[in-house]
């Protein structure tokens, strides 16, 4: 099994950054993807930026040109750069991994506890 940390969330004022670290723990085979997503108050989590093993990227529209995220393999964590902070990315931020499990090599979807980020106007 695969556990997720983060750290790395605070309070921001607009315009300013921050970076959320997550780091996996455990055993698997592979670790496929590593994501981050975000759940503000009375709305749906979504994604915000997911990266392969491979290095492959996906944004949301919202944070594309603002965020960056990155991977170490060697280290099994993914960080989130956070650059030109708006207050509607105020949310608690979720570290997510798709990995295959030892030792039946089934397909699963691990998360983090979250991390708020609060970015005041």
């Known amino acids: 099994q695969v556990q997720l940390a983060e750290s790395g969330g605070g309070l921001v004022q607009a315009g300013e950054s921050l970076r959320l670290s997550c780091a996996a723990s455990?055993?698997?085979?592979?670790?496929?993807?590593m994501g981050w997503y975000r759940q503000a108050p009375g709305k749906q989590r979504e994604l915000v930026a997911s990266i392969t093993s491979g290095g492959n990227t996906n944004y949301a529209d919202s944070v594309k040109g603002r965020f960056t995220i990155s991977r170490d393999n060697a280290k099994n964590t993914a960080d989130l750069q956070m650059n030109s902070l708006k207050p509607e990315d105020t949310a608690v931020y979720f570290c997510n991994a798709e990995f295959v499990s030892v030792p039946n090599r089934v397909l699963r979807v691990t998360w983090g506890q979250g991390t708020q980020v609060t970015v005041s106007s």
């Open positions: 455990g055993i698997a085979f592979s670790i496929n993807v």
